[in-house]
């Protein structure tokens, strides 16, 4: 049995399943990466079951968060891949290559996991790449450390060495010292040639990185995935009021179920549906279960959860910030602030209930044999659409409203309209502007969901730019944040 050839037959189709883009640089990928993933687990055996722990594994986490090195081997082994394509599927490998590894040693226990790759070291060995050895010492692995033979550490990936006329040579070889001042000079020679080959792949990369982007189009839309959501709020007591979560990950949002309700108590109380969408995983979302144990207890408290970035808000800036200050260290790779909640409860409520119902009225008013684009983008314009903090998620209630524009919007062939999304001032305005664009995005996919045309709908971010209200009063930051609809001409 041979462990390398069992991963690639095995994970690699698993990992490969139905992605059709790049095929043959990610089973290049894949295969490189196998022998230095044991590699690093022989050298390291405490990293098998930190990986194990890990909900979703990256090549971060096997290199030790030493990313520089993640980007070179990215380079070293993806080809003609774009680095994200390759990133994306050795991630997705680990996980598959740890169960396969334990199926065939018996135990996912480390030790015997461990023992597991040693027994398959020749194995291991041989499928080296010609540069790994190179790539470990940049790593800081011991090379003599990581029990490469004597040959095998200038040619271990060409072939096992193991020869009758090399141990007959190295018997009668009367100068044996010889390769004691030969090893450094072959060290370099191999950190030479492998920093060569890393320049010529960074070269190569960049006419096709543009280049890229055209052959794609030609055979598939660009789909820019959208960083995994995830949003929790309690109510007055400090009890789960609201839990909706956006990820391509079944076992995200599986993990996500199962914390709400070990920690609240309220297992159906998560709304997350699996959508292709969005990404897989959450930054730092091993602490996920630290987040929701700190935020329980909290009133009326939310956390918005997105991309690189996690924002707390409660009506007690006290209770926020030292919230915020809690999780920062469990978090290091999340901007983590605190904001006090703007007034959303009171009379903007009403407000917003009113406006919603008027809405609703409106667009129900319009014949569908009748319909005008003016009328439809006056009648949608009269809702307010109250995202929840750090949001692009739709609430239910302006869903009713958009499921009636679309149904008039398909009346309309010609009808095209500008969906643009504002925010208020407080904050980073490059981050306000981006969240406003996916406001604006997400309401676009909502209604072409429904039955619109792609062709009659454009989205736009303006962020914090033209102000309705003052901002300086959590009445008037309630106000300019807000969906605005035109007619585009």
């Not at 450094?184 to 191999?190: E, G, M, T």
């Not at 030479?192 to 890229?212: D, I």
């Not at 297992?267 to 897989?280: K, P």
């Not at 095209?416 to 504002?422: A, D, E, R």
Request: overall charge negative; proline content about 4%; hydrophobic content about 40%.
């Amino acid at each position: 049995m041979n462990i390398i050839e069992l991963l690639k037959d095995q994970v690699t189709s698993k990992v490969l399943q139905g992605d059709n883009h790049f095929q043959d640089e990610k089973i290049g990928a894949l295969s490189a990466f196998y022998p230095i993933l044991l590699t690093i687990l022989k050298s390291k055996p405490e990293l098998i079951q930190t990986l194990q722990q890990n909900l979703n594994p990256r090549l971060g986490d096997v290199f030790s968060n030493h990313f520089e090195s993640v980007s070179k081997f990215i380079g070293l082994v993806g080809g003609d891949a774009p680095s994200h394509e390759i990133e994306k599927t050795l991630n997705h490998s680990i996980t598959p290559a740890l169960s396969l590894l334990a199926d065939q040693a018996g135990s996912d226990d480390k030790n015997v996991l461990f023992n597991f790759i040693k027994s398959q070291w020749g194995n291991i060995e041989a499928a080296l790449p010609a540069w790994a050895t190179g790539f470990f010492s940049m790593l800081g692995l011991s090379v003599a450390g990581l029990g490469f033979g004597s040959q095998a550490a200038a040619s271990s990936a060409v072939q096992p060495v193991v020869t009758p006329p090399r141990t007959t040579q190295a018997a009668i070889d009367p100068e044996p010292k010889k390769s004691n001042w030969l090893w450094p000079i072959i060290a370099l020679l191999v950190l030479a040639a492998l920093a060569a080959l890393f320049l010529k792949q960074c070269s190569n990369k960049t006419p096709v990185a543009s280049g890229a982007i055209s052959t794609d189009n030609a055979t598939q839309p660009a789909v820019e995935l959208q960083a995994a959501e995830l949003h929790i709020a309690t109510d007055a007591e400090g009890k789960l009021s609201n839990c909706q979560a956006s990820s391509s990950s079944q076992s995200l949002l599986d993990k996500l179920k199962s914390s709400v309700a070990a920690i609240f108590n309220q297992a159906d109380q998560c709304q997350s549906v699996v959508n292709a969408a969005y990404a897989g995983d959450l930054t730092d979302q091993n602490a996920l279960d630290h987040v929701l144990t700190k935020i329980k207890g909290i009133p009326n408290a939310s956390v918005a959860w997105i991309d690189n970035q996690l924002t707390i808000s409660a009506p007690n800036l006290a209770h926020a910030q030292k919230f915020a200050d809690e999780i920062k260290g469990l978090v290091p790779n999340l901007q983590v602030t605190a904001n006090q909640t703007a007034g959303t409860s009171g009379n903007s409520m009403v407000s917003v209930d009113t406006s919603n119902t008027q809405a609703n009225q409106a667009l129900s008013n319009i014949k569908t044999d009748k319909a005008n684009v003016d009328d439809v983008v006056s009648a949608l314009n009269l809702q307010v659409i109250n995202f929840a903090t750090g949001s692009a998620h739709i609430p239910d209630s302006n869903k009713v409203i958009l499921d009636k524009a679309a149904i008039l919007l398909k009346q309309l062939p010609d009808a095209k309209l500008v969906v643009k999304g504002f925010t208020d001032n407080v904050g980073n305005e490059d981050l306000n502007k981006n969240l406003s664009e996916k406001r604006a995005k997400s309401v676009v996919v909502y209604l072409i969901e429904k039955g619109a045309t792609p062709s009659q709908l454009t989205a736009e971010g303006h962020g914090q730019d033209n102000p309705i209200a003052d901002n300086s009063t959590k009445e008037g930051q309630f106000k300019n944040r807000r969906i605005e609809f035109a007619v585009s001409n």
